[in-house]
């Protein structure tokens, strides 16, 4: 499928969905954002040890794409994490486990912040390396392939990993033996302190995908609708025939880089931040939810009272379950197969 025209900047896209499916939309991101404030405070009180990386202000993204997966998709993504797992349907308590180090995480407290992972939601991690899960996004494609399936593989990543050369080895095999992969850009505008515009040669950055031939879209990602609606066309057209598709998504993230990062730091002003929280996505889906009388105030309060109960939840099983005992080193080491 050839792609279409494009303009230089995201156009917002209308989606028909349901009352039902804009409260979940709605859960999620206020899931993510709930449970990452409690984070943060965690962190600051040395609850969590290690590195922490955020991912408020991007919830739409995460919760516009993986709303569209089935259960048997697969999804792998990078070191800002938390809120993916939490939009695939991961347990609060399992993650807040893991982000403690204890044995009730997702990974039994060995991976931490940077590498969630649950084989049961297909959900293939967290991983640390810049730019080292784009190319493990393909293998998967083509194992999809060569089993004749049709789920699909949702490859998630930052705006600064495009200017890797597995990016482009990943997507030229993707187009080249029609893998069914949806690679997304996660475009906050930094690579930790740097700009965009300091380290890519485009700034428009969907259009490495005509590169390989292969459909690509710039999308609003403060609007958890367009958000899911080019989630949508992208998954439709990978399950057809194996079609491959680039998307960058515009998002910002309103803390800095990592828990070590200050909220503004020093390459980025404070009217900078202040005009993006203008488009809080949270805010945004609820302010459209209320005008169409989807939603009341005190419908929202509950929601959120409801969730804040839950974070505090995960955190008091973080806090009971155990750490591991130091044999445990010594364990999930090396695979073990049937002689």
């Not at 600064?160 to 597995?166: D, E, T």
């Not at 909220?263 to 889906?285: C, F, M, N, W």
């Amino acid at each position: 499928m050839p792609p279409k025209k494009k303009s230089d900047l995201p156009v917002p896209v209308k989606a028909e969905t349901s009352a039902a499916l804009h409260r979940e939309l709605l859960y999620s991101m206020l899931l993510q954002r709930r449970f990452e404030e409690r984070c943060a405070e965690m962190y600051a009180i040395g609850r969590i040890g290690g590195f922490c990386h955020l991912y408020i202000g991007q919830e739409a993204v995460s919760t516009g794409i993986i709303s569209q997966l089935r259960p048997d998709d697969y999804i792998i993504t990078t070191y800002r994490d938390h809120g993916q797992a939490l939009a695939r349907g991961m347990s609060p308590r399992a993650v807040m486990a893991e982000l403690f180090g204890r044995q009730d995480g997702c990974a039994k407290g060995k991976g931490g912040s940077m590498h969630m992972f649950d084989k049961q939601l297909g959900f293939l991690g967290g991983h640390g390396i810049v730019g080292g899960h784009i190319p493990i996004a393909a293998g998967v494609g083509f194992a999809i392939r060569y089993r004749g399936g049709d789920q699909v593989i949702v490859c998630f990543m930052g705006e600064a990993a495009v200017n890797n050369g597995a990016f482009h080895e990943a997507l030229n095999m993707a187009a080249l033996w029609k893998l069914p992969c949806l690679f997304v850009i996660e475009n906050n505008r930094y690579g930790m302190g740097t700009a965009l515009e300091r380290a890519s040669a485009i700034h428009d950055i969907y259009k490495r995908g005509a590169s390989y031939d292969m459909p690509r879209d710039v999308v609003d990602g403060q609007d958890v609708l367009a958000v899911r609606q080019a989630a949508g066309e992208a998954i439709a057209r990978a399950r057809q025939d194996g079609t491959p598709t680039l998307l960058e998504i515009r998002t910002y993230r309103f803390m800095g880089h990592s828990m070590s990062d200050a909220v503004s730091g020093t390459y980025r002003t404070k009217e900078e931040l202040e005009q993006y929280l203008k488009r809080d996505p949270i805010a945004l889906h609820r302010q459209r939810m209320e005008d169409a009388g989807e939603i009341t105030a005190a419908d929202i309060a509950a929601m959120d009272d409801q969730i804040k109960q839950l974070v505090q939840d995960s955190i008091d099983f973080a806090e009971a379950s155990p750490e591991l005992p130091l044999e445990a080193l010594l364990e999930d080491v090396l695979v073990e197969t049937a002689s």
